[in-house]
């Protein structure tokens, strides 16, 4: 099943996505009204749902906006760094790293956070944050949704925590990543984490590693890879993360960006206002966004 969180002017609304390009509002039939509330209780929504969304009226998507699938999570975007092997080539060339410009590939996943304030939804406008930054990046990435939560999640078991998927744009500032030696800020700024346009439950992904992501910018091919070459899969980084910390429903984990950054390029290729960055995933639709 495709679901949108959506909004036609007044509050968001949840709905399902047609294969005829239209939307059924499915808002009252969902827990709380908003799509975490779904996620949550998909053991007896998502039954409700396909019993029940078919009766709904539907509505051209093109007549209403949609929002990030979560417009505001309960807590920071899990991300991961430099997991796919040549993009860890070249941002290790890059210097942004480490100054001894490292192409090692990391032995464990590399692990940090976004802000859910970074959150907007397709079609949103990226803050270029002009004077504070000057190096602004992107990164197209396959997000992963936790259904049902848990800590201490074996690899064999990560399947049956994952909800589903969507996709999302690490925007990054890279001089503010460099500049103060973490990633957390230059990860973070307002409207840096672009999220959507879907949410996809797993059952409509047969195989996940088969799924390709592509970056484009301004309709140039800047990224090109499949799911296939992470180099920490996604039952790993679920058994990493769990570990320790108890995931809950609702969780988004950015699975990590290939190669083709524009911090990769000589010389680097960053955005700049007016730029429009569009990420594809095979079966999750496409993720577009201008620089204003």
């Not at 700024?189 to 409509?204: F, I, K, N, S």
Request: proline residues 7%; glycine residues 12%.
């Amino acid at each position: 099943m495709k679901l949108v969180t959506f909004s036609t002017g007044n509050a968001d609304r949840v709905g399902v996505v047609t294969g005829e390009g239209e939307v059924q509002d499915v808002t009252d039939l969902v827990p709380g009204g908003t799509l975490l509330g779904a996620v949550e209780r998909w053991g007896e929504v998502g039954t409700i749902l396909t019993d029940q969304a078919a009766d709904r009226t539907p509505v051209p998507l093109a007549d209403v906006r949609l929002r990030a699938p979560f417009p505001a999570p309960r807590r920071n975007i899990f991300c991961v760094g430099k997991n796919y092997r040549e993009h860890a080539a070249e941002f290790g060339r890059s210097g942004y790293d480490s100054p001894d410009r490292s192409e090692d590939l990391p032995t464990r996943p590399i692990l940090f956070s976004k802000a859910t304030t970074a959150v907007i939804g397709p079609g949103d406008d990226i803050d270029p944050h002009t004077g504070l930054t000057s190096e602004l990046d992107y990164e197209g990435e396959l997000a992963v949704i936790i259904g049902r939560g848990g800590r201490g999640i074996t690899r064999e078991a990560a399947a049956a925590h994952v909800w589903g998927y969507t996709i999302l744009d690490d925007v990054t500032a890279r001089d503010l990543q460099r500049d103060h030696r973490q990633w957390l800020l230059g990860k973070s700024l307002d409207t840096h984490c672009p999220m959507g346009p879907y949410a996809v439950t797993a059952d409509e992904i047969p195989d996940v590693t088969a799924l390709e992501v592509e970056t484009t910018v301004n309709g140039e091919r800047r990224q090109h890879a499949r799911v296939k070459d992470l180099i920490f899969d996604i039952p790993e980084l679920i058994a990493t993360l769990s570990a320790g910390i108890t995931l809950l429903p609702g969780d988004v984990i950015a699975t990590g960006t290939p190669a083709g950054v524009g911090i990769g390029f000589d010389p680097p290729k960053f955005l700049a206002s007016g730029d429009v960055v569009e990420v594809t995933i095979t079966g999750l639709g496409v993720l577009r966004n201008r620089v204003a």
